[in-house]
């Protein structure tokens, strides 16, 4: 699953407390923390026809340690409510998943100060009213069941039989985990997940300066696109000045820039012919008077 669920809170263990102070900056007393278990995910089929093999849960056993808790994947310092201390991969014995195989999860325990501004937090866990979470982490591949390729480069189709078979994803090779949510409604029956594929993580402000840089992108070809409508429209004038300016500007709106400079291109050809480049009072030979120059005079 990719989804989770709070399953219990309780005393505080002394070696609860222990890992808890390797992440605060002055000892807390047992009586200063609120300790609770949640099962992020395990190897069942989701909400969105995928699950984790169970070597993927042992990898993200590692990587979801000392990670954050928040709220509906809102990235946010203000919305950080609670850290895990501790993961690990447990199997339920005689449970067997959607698929027959046997049940496998992803068993956290995290933590959170005892506070005024959290006390309403921790009574609805308690009541069970807040108890649905959902993970976010990026694995690298996603594996069709049915032909143990990558799913996007083969022809099944997550959710459809094949032969009897059910196609799904299984979520392997997971590089990356971010954080843990509260969440109204998981991804997964039992847990939920945020997923990205293929490649390397990037940063919201490496992001950002992609889109600036794709805005900027977009704003200099709308200045060399209008250059080039402008310029055609300038020697239509000239080389076909029977056709009207409005119909001019029609054609060219619906012109692409390769077709725009080609039009261009030819227009300044025939633009040449008709209008010749030579100045008003031109020398016949280099440095030498013309009496041949006979159209102007000064």
Sequence with gaps: MKTGKVIKSGTVSPDDLKLINSYTRRE????EVYVFSVVLCDNDI???CERFTVESLEKLSKLFVGKTGIFD???TAKNQSARIISCEVECVP????SVGDDYFCLKAKAYMPVTGSNRELRELIDSGIIREVSVGCAVGRTVC???SRNLEECSHTKGREYDGRLCYGELTDPYDAYEFSFVAIPAQKEAGVI????GKERQMTDILKSIDGLKKQAADGAVYRNTLESEVLRLSTIVQPEISRKTME???KCLSLEELKEFRDVYSQKADGVLPP?????LEKQNKKSDKNTEFRI
Aim: hydrophobic share 25%.
């Design 94 to 97: 005689g449970r067997k998943n």
């Design 195 to 198: 997923k990205s594929f293929t």
């Design 145 to 147: 069941s049915i032909c």
């Design 46 to 48: 989701d909400r969105d």
């Design 73 to 75: 994947h809102n990235p």
């Design 250 to 252: 029609a054609v060219t």
């Design 278 to 282: 030579r100045p008003q009072l031109f």
């Design 28 to 31: 807390l007393g047992e009586d």
